[in-house]
């Protein structure tokens, strides 16, 4: 059972910087693409960032600029920098991959996501 902990939410000013990690368990048993997620209360869950096998990134255009997603070579590992953090980026924050196969889960650009880690809370002041 593929297992995601997604680590290092926090409270900052506007402006800051953070850096969120997500742990992937069994990481064979992941697909090529992997993403990090948000979702604030009343609102559906959206994209913030996805790379791919080949390492190709895609960025909500909120986000283009001033947060990074990234992997470790062995895949294991997933993060977000995250720069110049502003009062609308706060939200839950979620890590997801998919599975390697070509169907169920959830589609979002070109990936279809499978797992899901817990969601680590990020607050921005004004």
């Known amino acids: 059972q593929v297992r995601l902990v997604a680590s290092g939410g926090d409270s900052v000013p506007a402006g800051g910087s953070l850096r969120l990690s997500c742990s992937i368990s069994d990481y064979t048993a992941t697909g090529s693409c992997m993403g990090w997620f948000r979702q604030v209360p009343g609102k559906e869950r959206e994209v913030v960032a996805m790379i791919y096998g080949d390492g190709g990134t895609i960025y909500t255009d909120s986000v283009k600029g001033r947060f990074t997603i990234s992997r470790d070579s062995a895949k294991t590992d997933l993060y977000l920098q995250m720069n110049n953090l502003q009062p609308q980026d706060s939200a839950s924050y979620f890590c997801?991959?998919?599975?390697?196969?070509?169907?169920?889960?959830?589609?979002?650009?070109?990936?279809?996501?499978?797992?899901w880690g817990q969601g680590t809370q990020v607050t921005v002041s004004a």
């Open positions: 997801a991959a998919s599975a390697p196969v070509s169907t169920g889960g959830t589609p979002y650009f070109g990936c279809r996501i499978h797992y």
